[in-house]
């Protein structure tokens, strides 16, 4: 009886051993989803955000006036190696072709516990795009417009002129002062519009109505346009300049650039050939001899704007980088 009951034990012994044997299995397995796994995930992640970081850097390096492929191949690489991405440990790859720079980085991470399973290593990739040019199509848009010409960085512009006004380049024909329709015609439209911005986007290539006969104060609708530019202006706590800005500041406006010669006279729609922004000065006159001005900007739209780029656009000085989905 003795020896049958140590028979027992033993054999009772060997299969908690085995039990236990195939626990650490599971629990192996299980550590290896959770620590292995998550560092694949982890380090992919870490790669998406470096090439994104490398790509929008290159592709601002792409500038048609001061930039070059080699110039966003360097700042491209500068980037993945500020976030650990080194030539020789890790693998890289960069390409640009026009305006649009591809950024490619694969990185092997070795398993820990998965090794138990057979598993000892996964190579993680990733890959950005970014392209660089002007602004092709945005939002929020102010509804004033200026007509295409050479546009000079810290320079005042009329972006709506008075009945008696005139634009340096003589672009005023009776009947339209700058004053732009956006969404439905009228004075309250218009004075909305002025103070948040068009709701609508507006693209290169849109035909877009433009102002109304001016005849009276109301036609010309100073009324609307003063409450609307002294509520933007009221808006700058900082003291905005064309040296020093926030960019998200509601003195900082996006205008159409239209094609002048689709003037007639009147009611006219007016072809958009391009966007600029500028630092919105003020208001000077007053009833019909009223006129907006403001200095001319070169910069990225601001913050929550949506736009398009488009590398074969005019370019009026509002162009950025951005990636491609």
Do not use: W
């Not at 060997?14 to 292995?36: C, E, R």
């Not at 290169?204 to 009324?223: F, L, P, Q």
């Not at 919105?280 to 200095?295: A, P, R």
């Amino acid at each position: 009886m003795t020896n049958n009951l140590r028979s027992f034990c033993k054999e009772e012994n060997g299969l908690a051993l085995v039990l236990v044997a195939a626990a650490m299995t599971v629990i192996l397995g299980f550590a290896a989803l959770v620590v292995d796994i998550g560092s694949v995930y982890l380090t992919r992640s870490r790669l998406i955000n470096a090439c994104d970081a490398a790509a929008l850097a290159g592709a601002h390096e792409l500038d048609s006036e001061t930039g070059s492929a080699l110039d966003a191949m360097q700042e491209a690489t500068d980037y993945l190696e500020h976030n650990n991405i080194i030539f020789g440990e890790d693998s890289f790859n960069i390409e640009v072709n026009n305006k649009t720079i591809t950024v490619e980085s694969s990185r092997t991470v070795n398993y820990t516990f998965a090794r138990v399973l057979g598993f000892t290593s996964n190579i993680v990739e990733a890959q950005a795009a970014a392209i660089y040019g002007p602004v092709s199509a945005a939002g929020g848009v102010t509804p004033f417009a200026v007509p295409d010409q050479e546009l000079v960085f810290d320079k005042q512009y009329v972006l709506k002129e008075g009945s008696g006004g005139s634009t340096d380049d003589g672009f005023r024909i009776h009947g339209n002062f700058g004053a732009l329709a956006l969404g439905g015609t009228g004075a309250s439209t218009y004075e909305e519009n002025l103070k948040y911005g068009y709701g609508g986007a507006l693209n290169v290539g849109d035909m877009v109505t433009i102002g109304d006969e001016v005849v009276t104060e109301t036609g010309n609708m100073s009324g609307p346009t003063y409450d609307g530019v002294t509520y933007r202006l009221n808006q700058c706590a900082n003291g905005c300049t064309p040296q020093n800005y926030e960019t998200d500041c509601e003195r900082v406006i996006l205008v159409p650039v239209f094609d002048p010669t689709t003037l007639d006279g009147g009611r006219d729609d007016v072809l958009i050939v391009g966007f600029a922004s500028f630092l919105l000065e003020g208001v000077d006159g007053s009833g019909n001899e009223s006129e907006v001005t403001g200095t001319f900007l070169q910069m990225a739209p601001p913050p929550d704007t949506s736009y398009i780029i488009d590398p074969d656009a005019p370019d009026f000085g509002l162009h950025a980088a951005k990636l491609v989905e």
